[in-house]
Nanobody, 128 residues
Framework: QVQVMESGGDLVQAGESLRLSCTAS????????MAWFRQAPGKQREGISCINWNGDTRLYTDSVQGRFTVSRDNAKNTVFLQMNSLKPDDTAMYYC?????????????????????WGQGTQVTVSS
């Protein structure tokens, strides 16, 4: 059984940084791309970043490009999201998704395609 757990969410002030972690178990982690999503109150869940199986491909939506960095440590079955220059608009529940494939493509990873497993989320709140 695949299990996914996010951590690292917190309450911070605008301009500060946070690093989220997502650890997956019950699978051969190296085979799978990983994606980060977020959902703010009253809004749809938004895909914000994807990293392929070996970290060579890293994709970001415009809203986080240049501020967030995704990385992974396959030896630890963990993917990270370094979030810098945080804004109040970044306030959301952040989720990690295991894709059923090892690659990230714009027509699939932000959608419900290739969903293998989701975590339960970690809350990030940015105060102004």
């Amino acid at each position: 059984q695949v299990q996914v757990m996010e951590s690292g969410g917190d309450l911070v002030q605008a301009g500060e940084s946070l690093r989220l972690s997502c650890t997956a178990s019950g699978l051969y982690f190296d085979d799978y791309a990983m994606a980060w999503f977020r959902q703010a109150p009253g809004k749809q869940r938004e895909g914000i970043s994807c990293i392929n199986w070996n970290g060579d491909t890293r994709l970001y939506t415009d809203s986080v490009q240049g501020r967030f960095t995704v990385s992974r440590d396959n030896a630890k079955n963990t993917v990270f999201l370094q979030m810098n220059s945080l804004k109040p608009d970044d306030t959301a529940m952040y989720y990690c998704k295991v894709l059923e494939v090892g690659f990230c493509e714009w027509d699939s990873w932000p959608t419900d395609k290739y969903n293998k497993a989701w975590g339960q989320g970690t809350q990030v709140t940015v105060s102004s």
